[in-house]
């Protein structure tokens, strides 16, 4: 599992006109390759009569799976275009559509590479990037005495409470990056005076939007 890494913040759409065509750009998240393929498809079925419909997609830890497909278009002037937008912004998991209806005037080649990755790039700005942070999950078990004191101290520090469980004790989970664990340890020891029950839980990835 990568420590952090940048993809889409879900699904979005975003449509320019260059000379009279139509760009849609149809942006999602896909985690494999069937979710990358059944997206192309569902896109092309919906917009079954535009001139184009060009892809591309990157996926996997180490961008193992990257794809591009012209759709018709002169080779080389659609998908790798898209592509190459995914590279540059350094996206994984994340796989995009620019639906195309000719407008009547021919671009060519230097053209249709910078209208798709113009409507690549406004697609991406319009749907929103974020950046997933592999977190550990710390669980504090605690007497509900020091709810207060804990919860106050924890909105007021750099860690972020994940979610708070009202049962026999009062049980606060809170993200920590994994290189603070043993710092957010000792200060949750501190804290409560040792009367704190600190077990570590999942690891699990916390999205912070990117401003663009």
Known sequence: MLPSYLTVKGYGE??????????IAHISR????????????????????A???CSAYLIGENDLIQ???DDGEPSGTAGVPILEVLKKRKLKDTVVVITRYFGGIKLGAGGLIRAYG?????GINNTGM?????????????????????????RNSMYEIKD??????????????QTHIERFKEWMVELTNGQGIITMNNLLYKESDIVL
Not at 15 to 23: N, Q
Not at 133 to 148: A, E, P
């Open 118 to 122: 113009r409507a690549t790039s406004e």
């Open 164 to 177: 708070i469980f009202y049962l026999e004790n009062v049980e606060f989970e809170v993200f920590v990056e």
């Open 67 to 69: 794809k591009a497909n």
């Open 51 to 53: 001139t184009h419909n």
């Open 14 to 23: 975003h449509e320019i006109v260059i000379d009279k065509s139509r760009f």
């Open 30 to 49: 896909a985690e494999s390759e069937e979710e990358a393929l059944e997206f192309i498809q569902n896109i092309k079925k919906k917009h079954w009569n």
């Open 130 to 154: 974020v950046e997933r942070k592999l977190m550990q999950v710390v669980s504090v078990k605690v007497d509900y005495s020091w709810i207060g004191k804990l919860e106050n101290d924890l």
